[in-house]
């Protein structure tokens, strides 16, 4: 008989009626095909007050398709899919909007037409008038130029930008009626996880659950960003809660996967620190297929990203925090913007993580913001595939990673991308993006200026590392730690 | 070729043994090509959908029910609500029009009767009495001498003319449609008596399910340190008296980590009258009532179970539990009674038959005292599932001649 495999849903269950960030898409991606393995013994399982819970198999493959956009009436959320390019609409107009995406794609408004010819009138102007001045003054002139721009954004933009409306989630204690039947757990089953350890999945009352019966427990490490680079942790959050949360994670799991060889030596390193003796590690290669099925709109991508179907855009795609070094982005566009003959928009595609508010200052900041460069929120996996689709090139200056998913479903999509050379980048991008010091600017403005001058290109998509293929891997791990030899590791 | 199905109960959310027999026969009717509409003429309840699938004929909305014709039925009303609810929409003629404009927008080829009683309502139906549109009989017992024990049970005095008339009305369906359906060859017998005409038997199945999956896994207050016998039943009378009879005398002696585990919509009727017996002062620990519980906590307490209990002493047709406590791999203690229709399988290892409540006793303590063996998933054998169980209803539908 197969053992019994644990499957925990815990994150997707706490963060149904949101769209999958990293790791709730492996959690996702990994538990969807495990518990569809009709030869494995697998159970949906949630954690819960130091509870573990069984849950229906059927509710289980709802949270974990659940990305948001099928559990929610748009009427009852009109904020969320909305793009933040414009000026913020109000309530209203923003469930007309919404109201009207359901029968049509939307056309640009005629207001923001007229806008866009004010500006590049202006724009011409103003650079006739830098080219005639005399050389001492040109300095000054285009500084004041570009200081009258960004009043007068500030005056015309209809409200100053809001703190973002959080989206309504699905009421916890609505979806946890169905949590009734508790798991005790056996000594032969495999626990497997891969939630938000800090959040979702109680490491430590696991470890303790374990010693009473025995399981063995099969976990991922993503990478030791928190514990190692103390100043991009949100305000109030102590490095050590993330160290306190890794030596549990060794010293629970039975078998370590790790994302990358990056966070595998890093995985190790650590464990000698912490005096820990490190579990046997596999490493896993996320896969990079996104699925197309899952929005409310079937296929159909949605509104907020086909009005990109006809604009040369440089993407990017990533929770927004101070790692993932958006300022850099923004720097370059805001110089390379003035340039004559740069026609390259920015598409930023990402929610808000953890401390994103000096991050999100910076992008609401940028004079750009909703002319050359896009922050789009709430992005369906279909919507997503549409964007890698149709991008010009793809961008990750990310300050470290501990894989760079987004690097290589870009390039699971045949776009060329520009990558920084940090953390596990390099591995993510397999020799085929161009990788650069995330903190050069000068270089990464070369780069991307190339990129914009060259024509649309197709990168010869590499075999694309599949989710079907990442599964296996985890299937083949949690065989082997169910066989016996293993029990004997600790 | 059109089937409709025409029940007293709704059918597609089963909760009881009625609704799941009706609810796999549309299933597999439709996974055998028929295309099936399905209308229920019933008082809608809270668990009911709205669905376009099922229309409801909601029997609720007449005066009927305060007629001087029922209030002199009300004392044994609740066990005559479906032949009752045929003659509440006969004399409602909003009903009934609603009734038959379904009927007519469902063109059907074919009218599946689930139970008798509708038949007082298509009857006359002009494609009826012309034989375009035949009826079958999909008969789930034999009725009459069912609601005669029920009755006699509940200690009521139904008069005798009402009992007869139940026996002729379904005898007259039986004479009348083109095929009858019994559920056992005892029942079929009993039809071949009245003079049925083609007539097929069709015995309860189960579905193929794992449940190997669940095992340690139980809804509170049940943990792995106690050791469980269960029975699963709804509010039909049989599974009340059948749980006083044969169970109730055994919790007096269940060791401490001993419990026997009610769950299904019997639990209301039976914690009524356990709060107004001696019971209550000692069925602490001992009995578990769980009430009408998901799939899921039914699921988990199939797979946990030390034994499947079916104290069944009488009754008609077959019992779905029966065939899902067989396919559910696990130990079984039941009455002859309750294998009505599966005495195939009473020779089997993991079946006791226990005919007192000292037998019942015995056969629960014997289950309970084994060291919980890990339930070994055990593939139940074709001819136990619906696929299998149906076959015979399916080549009978398959015989109605085409076209009109």
Redesign the interface.
């Known amino acids: ?1 197969p053992p ?1 495999i644990l499957v925990d849903i815990s994150t997707a269950w706490r963060m149904s009626g949101r769209p999958p960030v990293g790791v709730s898409r492996v959690e996702r991606e990994i538990a969807r095909r495990l518990l569809d393995d009709t030869m494995l ?3 949906p399982v949630v954690f819960w007050a130091n509870t573990v819970y ?3 198999r059927e509710n289980a493959i709802r949270a974990l398709a659940d990305d948001g956009r099928s559990s929610l009436s748009p009427l009852l959320n009109p904020d969320s899919p909305d793009c933040d390019g414009g000026a913020r609409p109000t309530t209203t107009s923003a469930r007309a909007s919404v109201a009207h995406a359901t029968q049509s794609v939307p056309r640009p408004g005629l207001k923001r037409r007229v806008r866009r010819i004010v500006r590049k009138i202006a724009s011409v102007g103003a650079r006739r008038v830098i080219r005639l001045t005399p050389a001492r003054a040109k300095a000054e002139v285009e500084q004041s130029f570009l200081h009258a721009r960004n009043v007068l954004v500030a005056l015309l933009r209809s409200s100053p930008p809001q703190p973002r409306q959080e989206r309504v989630p699905r009421p916890v204690d609505v979806i946890n009626r ?1 949590l ?7 000594r032969d089953d495999i626990v497997w996880t891969c939630g938000l350890y800090s959040h979702c999945v109680p490491l430590r009352q696991l470890a303790e659950m374990k010693t009473r019966t025995g399981f063995r427990l099969a976990s991922i490490c993503y990478d030791l960003i928190r514990v190692r680079r103390a100043e991009w942790n949100p305000e109030g959050y102590s490095t050590d809660v993330f160290v306190a949360n890794t030596v549990d994670l060794l010293d629970a799991s039975d078998m370590i996967f790790c994302i990358s060889g990056y966070v595998q030596d890093d995985l190790r390193r650590f464990a000698a620190e912490s005096g820990r003796r490190m579990p046997p590690s596999k490493l896993l290669v996320l896969g990079a297929d996104l699925p197309r099925h899952l929005g409310s709109s079937g296929d159909a991508p949605g509104h907020q990203v086909t009005r990109f179907a006809s604009k040369r855009f440089a993407l990017t795609v990533g929770t927004i925090e101070p790692r993932k070094n958006y300022s850099l982005l923004l720097r370059v566009w805001d110089e390379l913007s003035r340039e004559p003959g740069f026609d390259l928009d920015l598409a930023i595609v990402g929610n808000e993580g953890f401390g994103a508010a000096g991050s999100t200052a910076e992008i609401w900041a940028s004079p750009l913001l909703g002319d050359r460069v896009h922050w789009l929120r709430d992005v369906a996996d279909n919507d997503l595939a549409f964007l890698y689709d149709r991008c010009h090139v793809f961008l990750c200056p990310s300050l470290d990673e501990g894989w760079g998913l987004p690097v290589a479903e870009a390039l699971a999509h045949g776009r060329p991308v520009i990558s920084s050379d940090r953390g596990g980048l390099p591995e993510a991008s397999r020799g085929q993006a161009t990788l650069l010091n995330p903190l050069d600017k000068a270089a990464w403005m070369g780069a991307v200026r190339r990129a914009a001058a060259r024509p649309r290109e197709e990168v010869r998509a590499l075999a694309t590392p599949t989710w079907d293929a990442a599964a296996a891997v985890v299937r083949e791990g949690l065989l082997t730690l169910a066989r016996d030899e293993w029990r004997g590791f600790r | 070729m059109r089937i409709l199905q025409l029940s007293t109960h709704s059918t597609l959310v089963p909760r009881h043994g009625g609704q799941f027999r009706s609810h796999h026969i549309g299933r597999c009717l439709e996974q055998a090509g028929f295309e099936v509409s399905r209308i229920a003429v019933c008082w809608r309840t809270e668990h009911d959908l709205d669905d376009a699938r099922e229309p409801i004929i909601d029997v609720r909305q007449t005066n009927y029910w305060s007629s001087a014709t029922y209030r002199a039925a009300r004392a044994w009303g609740t066990y005559f609500a479906d032949y009752y609810a045929a003659f509440a929409v006969a004399e409602a003629p909003h009903l009934k029009s609603e009734l038959y404009a379904k009927i007519a927008a469902a063109r059907p080829d074919a009218i599946l009767l689930e139970h008798p009683w509708t038949w007082l309502l298509v009857k006359t139906l002009p494609g009826v009495t012309s034989g375009v549109v035949r009826v079958v009989y999909s008969s789930q017992n034999v009725e009459a001498p069912l609601k005669r024990r029920m009755a006699r049970e509940a200690g009521l005095t139904v008069p005798e003319d009402l009992l007869v008339a139940v026996e002729e009305f379904e005898r007259d369906l039986v004479t009348s449609a083109w095929a009858t359906v019994a559920c056992t060859p005892t029942d079929a017998e009993i039809f071949l008596s009245w003079g049925a005409g083609r007539l097929v038997v069709a015995n309860n199945g189960a579905i193929r399910k794992r449940r190997d999956n669940l095992l340690g896994a139980l809804p509170p207050p049940l943990s792995p340190e106690t050791r469980f016998a269960l029975f699963v039943g709804s509010s039909h009378l049989p599974n009340v008296s059948g749980f006083f009879k044969f169970l109730a005398p055994a919790l007096l002696r269940l060791r401490p980590h001993e419990r026997i585990v009610i769950t299904g919509s019997m639990c209301d009727s039976i914690n009524a009258r356990i709060a107004a017996s001696p019971l209550r002062h000692y069925q602490d620990r001992r009995l578990v009532s769980l009430g009408f519980v998901d799939e899921l906590v039914l699921d988990a307490l199939l797979a946990n179970a030390s034994a499947i209990l079916l104290p069944i002493e009488y009754g008609g047709g077959s019992n779905v539990k029966t065939a899902e406590a067989l396919a559910a791999g696990r130990p079984v203690i039941a009455t002859k009674s309750a294998f009505r229709g599966f005495a195939e399988y009473e020779a089997l290892s993991s079946v006791t038959l226990a005919e007192t409540p000292e037998a019942f006793e015995s056969a629960i303590r014997d289950a309970l005292s084994k060291p919980p063996s890990d339930l070994k998933y055990i593939e139940p054998p074709r001819e136990l599932l619906w696929e299998a169980t149906l076959d015979s209803l399916i080549a009978l539908l398959r015989s109605i001649p085409a076209g009109r």
């Open positions: 008989m019994r013994r697998s159970l069984a849950v229906d169905s009734l039947v508790v798991v005790h757990p056996l």
